[in-house]
Nanobody, 122 residues
Framework: QVRLVESGGGAVQAGGSLRLSCAAS????????MGWFRQAPGKAREFVAS????????YYSDSVKGRFTISGDNAKSTVYLQMNSLKPEDTAVYYCKAHVWDYGLGYAMDYWGKGTLVTVSS
């Protein structure tokens, strides 16, 4: 079992910045990809950004490209999301997701955090 814990959410005015953190913990796993999704009220959960450790590939949704930066430390199974130039439409619960190889189970699994709320006021 892998546990993801997010932190760093909060309220900010438009144009401001926030930094989210997500740490994965557990036994016998290898993190392959970590990333962020978000869900605004009344909307479906959507992809924000991800990083694939082995290849160093980084992906962003078009809506955050140029404003958000994902980074992390594979050895610590930690990922960050630096969010700049925030807009009211960025308001959402932000979820961390990890695609890991679970050695205990013997196959890959997706794990999700419980989410952290980001509120951007105009």
């Amino acid at each position: 079992q892998v546990r993801l814990v997010e932190s760093g959410g909060g309220a900010v005015q438009a144009g401001g910045s926030l930094r989210l953190s997500c740490a994965a913990s557990g036994r016998s796993f290898s993190s392959e990809t970590m990333g962020w999704f978000r869900q605004a009220p009344g909307k479906a959960r959507e992809f924000v950004a991800s990083i694939r450790w082995n290849y160093g590939h980084i992906y962003y949704s078009d809506s955050v490209k140029g404003r958000f930066t994902i980074s992390g430390d594979n050895a610590k199974s930690t990922v960050y999301l630096q969010m700049n130039s925030l807009k009211p439409e960025d308001t959402a619960v932000y979820y961390c997701k990890a695609h890991v190889w679970d050695y205990g189970l013997g196959y890959a699994m997706d794990y999700w955090g419980k989410g952290t709320l980001v509120t951007v006021s105009s």
